[in-house]
């Protein structure tokens, strides 16, 4: 290659790199993004600079780079190749489909799911223990089979079967139940997380079916899933990579791999959000900004997501009774992680600062969810102290990052007090 086409490719490629970063800056999204943007770049602009700066030594040097890229190149092909041959099929990727009486649901045996959209391994025409909630019941951030449901299965022997999905709430739960009695099971789980319910009773109460659940003289609109409108990436960098991430199945896996061991790091920090380390085996990251609107009953939306919570917890209790055969109304109450560290690290004597609001507040809310379950004549777990106990043993049940979802052992010990239940349900 000549001396002045080596450096007309390399100054194209500058340009390129010198656009990106623009536009990811001019694009205003989160700072990650921002920085992908400036790195990629920053990486086409460097040969370019170098050439510049050092002539024709960095000439030599890139060339060296370009003869060595080539058999890497080649041995990433034929690593791909040898994966899509020989390597297990991947899942098909979540695909959400518009319900009028759930607001959305999953298409069938899209991300794991099975015939009827829900996540297991079988659609089940029977089942011993129904399970139904969110995205903590899916088991968001861990496997199939170690979500509660499956290891209560694992634990137990009986046939669990649940019915869940991100950000569904008491609303959709009663419509659940109604579906999930045909499979005749002894125990309907509910569980009910404050993170995120409360309000999602109030914002979904306008669905089809709903109407028993609305408060009077409060006017209700369903709350719209930016998941059914075309999604634009942050910037141009972002669309590249994720484009090639997600045709790449070893380039995918490896992604996968490095954002795990990012997680809980200062990429995951958030306006508001505090970093718990003084307990390194608990270290995680902290939301109560974020989490404090869903659980303050000071706001009109919690209250009257508690209202609608109530009467859904009695529809679901009443219509297990009369259901034959009978089953057992099981509701769990999950509180967030922000709630459960700060009563802990309340009981310590060791305050953690910035989190006495939250915990002022969902302790109304947590009461009041509780109050509901009883008064529904449901069994009722509370997570909240076992949590606790956990954390006092240095198990985290959470992972490092600002995920509020249970992690592997946060599922465990779900599944150990629900085993208890069941236990004594058979030996009756």
């Given at each position: 290659?000549?001396?002045?086409?080596?450096?007309?490719?390399?100054?194209?490629?500058?340009?390129?790199?010198?656009?990106?970063?623009?536009?990811?800056?001019?694009?205003?999204?989160?700072?990650?993004?921002?920085?992908?943007?400036?790195?990629?770049?920053?990486?086409?602009?460097?040969?370019?600079?170098?050439?510049?700066?050092?002539?024709?030594?960095?000439?030599?040097?890139?060339?060296?780079?370009?003869?060595?890229?080539?058999?890497?190149?080649?041995?990433?092909?034929?690593?791909?190749?040898?994966?899509?041959?020989?390597?297990?099929?991947?899942?098909?990727?979540?695909?959400?489909?518009?319900?009028?009486?759930?607001?959305?649901?999953?298409?069938?045996?899209?991300?794991?799911?099975?015939?009827?959209?829900?996540?297991?391994?079988?659609?089940?025409?029977?089942?011993?223990?129904?399970?139904?909630?969110?995205?903590?019941?899916?088991?968001?951030?861990?496997?199939?089979?170690?979500?509660?449901?499956?290891?209560?299965?694992?634990?137990?022997?009986?046939?669990?079967?649940?019915?869940?999905?991100?950000?569904?709430?008491?609303?959709?739960?009663?419509?659940?139940?109604?579906?999930?009695?045909?499979?005749?099971?002894?125990?309907?789980?509910?569980?009910?997380?404050?993170?995120?319910?409360?309000?999602?009773?109030?914002?979904?109460?306008?669905?089809?079916?709903?109407?028993?659940?609305?408060?009077?003289?409060?006017?209700?609109?369903?709350?719209?899933?930016?998941?059914?409108?075309?999604?634009?990436?942050?910037?141009?960098?972002?669309?590249?990579?994720?484009?090639?991430?997600?045709?790449?199945?070893?380039?995918?896996?490896?992604?996968?791999?490095?954002?795990?061991?990012?997680?809980?790091?200062?990429?995951?920090?958030?306006?508001?959000?505090?970093?718990?380390?003084?307990?390194?085996?608990?270290?995680?990251?902290?939301?109560?900004?974020?989490?404090?609107?869903?659980?303050?009953?000071?706001?009109?939306?919690?209250?009257?997501?508690?209202?609608?919570t109530e009467r859904a917890l009695a529809a679901i209790a009443a219509a297990c009774r009369t259901a034959a055969p009978a089953s057992e109304p099981v509701l769990v109450v999950l509180p967030t992680k922000e709630f459960v560290y700060a009563n802990w690290a309340t009981r310590r004597q060791a305050p953690i600062a910035g989190l006495d609001a939250i915990l002022a507040a969902e302790r109304t809310t947590h009461a009041a969810v509780m109050a509901a379950g009883?008064?529904?004549?449901?069994?009722?777990?509370?997570?909240?102290?076992?949590?606790?106990?956990?954390?006092?043993?240095?198990?985290?049940?959470?992972?490092?990052?600002?995920?509020?979802?249970?992690?592997?052992?946060?599922?465990?010990?779900?599944?150990?007090?629900?085993?208890?239940?069941?236990?004594?349900?058979?030996?009756?």
């Amino acid at each position: 290659m000549s001396p002045r086409a080596s450096t007309i490719c390399p100054g194209l490629l500058a340009g390129v790199g010198a656009w990106l970063a623009y536009d990811a800056l001019a694009a205003g999204s989160l700072g990650r993004y921002q920085i992908v943007g400036c790195a990629l770049g920053a990486a086409l602009a460097l040969p370019f600079v170098s050439i510049v700066l050092l002539r024709d030594r960095a000439r030599r040097f890139w060339r060296r780079v370009l003869f060595a890229a080539v058999p890497l190149g080649a041995l990433l092909l034929a690593t791909e190749l040898g994966v899509r041959l020989f390597g297990p099929e991947p899942e098909r990727p979540g695909v959400l489909l518009p319900d009028t009486r759930l607001g959305h649901r999953n298409e069938p045996f899209t991300e794991g799911t099975d015939a009827r959209g829900f996540r297991n391994a079988t659609a089940l025409e029977r089942t011993d223990v129904l399970f139904v909630g969110d995205s903590q019941t899916w088991g968001f951030g861990v496997g199939r089979d170690a979500t509660f449901a499956a290891l209560l299965h694992q634990a137990t022997g009986q046939a669990t079967y649940q019915m869940a999905n991100g950000s569904w709430g008491p609303v959709q739960y009663v419509e659940l139940v109604r579906q999930g009695l045909a499979l005749r099971p002894r125990h309907v789980v509910v569980t009910v997380y404050l993170g995120n319910d409360l309000v999602d009773a109030h914002d979904y109460a306008g669905l089809d079916g709903a109407e028993a659940l609305r408060s009077p003289g409060v006017a209700y609109t369903v709350r719209d899933n930016p998941e059914f409108h075309p999604q634009r990436a942050p910037n141009v960098a972002m669309a590249l990579v994720d484009g090639v991430l997600d045709r790449s199945r070893v380039l995918g896996f490896a992604a996968r791999v490095v954002k795990s061991r990012l997680q809980g790091g200062a990429l995951d920090r958030g306006p508001g959000d505090l970093a718990f380390d003084s307990v390194p085996a608990l270290a995680t990251i902290l939301r109560p900004s974020y989490r404090m609107p869903a659980v303050d009953p000071t706001r009109s939306g919690v209250r009257d997501g508690i209202a609608v919570t109530e009467r859904a917890l009695a529809a679901i209790a009443a219509a297990c009774r009369t259901a034959a055969p009978a089953s057992e109304p099981v509701l769990v109450v999950l509180p967030t992680k922000e709630f459960v560290y700060a009563n802990w690290a309340t009981r310590r004597q060791a305050p953690i600062a910035g989190l006495d609001a939250i915990l002022a507040a969902e302790r109304t809310t947590h009461a009041a969810v509780m109050a509901a379950g009883n008064a529904a004549g449901m069994r009722t777990i509370d997570l909240a102290p076992l949590l606790g106990d956990a954390l006092d043993r240095g198990e985290a049940p959470w992972p490092a990052s600002g995920d509020g979802h249970l992690n592997a052992a946060g599922h465990t010990l779900v599944a150990k007090a629900l085993a208890a239940i069941v236990r004594r349900r058979q030996r009756q």
